[in-house]
Structures are given as C-alpha cells and as structure tokens.
C-alpha cells in the first residue's frame, strides 16, 4: 500500500504564491508519476499538473499553465505544486495522485487532499 500526504494549503491574497507538498510512503516501489488535482465544491476533480517518473516532462492544464509548476525530489519521495499569481478561480481542495502507468484518469493512489482559497 501506498500512502500520501499533500498538504499546504492555506488562504491567501490574489497574486500571492503558495507551494504545495505530496510525500509518498509505503510500498512505493520502482518509478512512479505524480500529478496534482483540484475539486471544487459540488464539481469533478480536475487535473491541474503532472510529473513523469523520471521528473524530465511536466503536464499542465491550460488553466495553470505559466503560473503553476510541478517538481520533484526523487529522494525525499515528494512531488511539490509551486502555485504563482494565485487567482481566486484557483480556490479548491487539492489532491496529488499516485500513478505507476502516467494514467492522470485514475491514478491508483490519493492524497487526503489539502484546502487551497484565494481572496480577491
């Protein structure tokens, strides 16, 4: 089994800039993808970002993209969500997601989910 932890989130200001973490426990062996996704009250999880296994592609929704980016440290078994120009449309719980294959659809593994609201 594998475990993750996101978390983060917090309130703040339009145009501020927020960094959110995944770390990954367990049973997490070989190469894996993570990506980042957000839930709206009442709405579906959308994707928001990704990262392959190896770290070397990222995967953004159109809209994140130039403002949001995804790393990783292989060696911590963390992924990080750097937030920038924070909009109050981008108010939501975030989740980053596990996934062997880079299936974003259904990753196999979820965090708990981190709350992230943006203030005009």
């Known amino acids: 089994q594998v475990q993750l932890v996101d978390s983060g989130g917090k309130s703040v200001q339009a145009g501020d800039s927020l960094t959110l973490s995944c770390v990954v426990s367990g049973r997490a062996f070989g190469r894996y993808y993570i990506a980042w996704y957000r839930q709206v009250d009442g709405k579906e999880r959308d994707f928001v970002a990704g990262i392959s296994d190896s770290g070397a592609s990222t995967y953004f929704s159109d809209s994140v993209k130039g403002r949001f980016t995804v790393s990783r440290d292989t060696m911590a078994n963390a992924a990080y969500l750097q937030m920038n120009m924070l909009k109050p449309e981008d108010s939501a719980l975030y989740f980053c997601?596990?996934?062997?294959?880079?299936?974003?659809?259904?990753?196999?593994?979820w965090g708990q989910g981190t709350r992230v609201t943006v203030s005009s």
């Open positions: 997601g596990f996934s062997y294959g880079g299936n974003w659809a259904a990753p196999d593994y």
